[in-house]
């Protein structure tokens, strides 16, 4: 009797627990939420903005944590194509999260990082 109920039991535990390890993954399988409007993503309008107001004063030309740029095009390039970028502000396993003071980003913001990431981040 005691297997009977077993394997049934496993299986409503494997259920609470299998979307719990999906969710980790959110942001790669469903970048935008409701409202968020990722229509016009580009680098002057929608990433330096993000980057001026969480990151450019530990991150800048003049104090740049860990050798990271991100208040300039050449600077951000770097870490978006090297995969530290994305790495950070989504707190990837092996990477520091970003910002490493306060809250992680809205994934509003994280999905248009992404998006411009998974173009080539192009100057634009
Ligand atoms: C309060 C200061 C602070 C803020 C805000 C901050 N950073 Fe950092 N960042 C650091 C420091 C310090 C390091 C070096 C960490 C280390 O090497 O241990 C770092 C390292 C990094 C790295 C390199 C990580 C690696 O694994 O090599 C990237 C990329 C980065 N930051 C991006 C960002 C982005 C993007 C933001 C905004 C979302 C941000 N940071 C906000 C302080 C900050």
Same mark, same amino acid.
């Given at each position: 009797m005691k297997k009977l109920v077993a394997g049934p039991l496993l299986l409503i535990i494997a259920l609470f627990i299998i979307p719990g390890c999906y969710n980790d993954n959110e942001y790669d399988l469903y970048p935008f939420s409701a409202g968020? *409007? #990722?229509?016009s993503v580009t680098y002057a309008q929608t990433i330096a903005p993000i980057m001026e107001s969480s990151?450019?004063?530990?991150?800048?030309?003049?104090v740049a944590s860990g050798?990271?740029?991100? *208040? #300039?095009y050449d600077g951000l390039s770097i870490v978006a194509k090297n995969g530290k970028l994305w790495g950070g502000v989504n707190a990837e396993p092996g990477f520091v999260p970003?910002?490493?003071?306060g809250s992680k980003l809205s994934s509003c913001d994280l999905g248009k990082i992404k998006k411009w990431i998974n173009a080539g981040s192009p100057n634009n």
């Open positions: 968020c *409007d #990722s229509s990151c450019n004063k530990c991150h800048s030309t003049i050798n990271v740029v991100t *208040d #300039s970003m910002p490493n003071e």
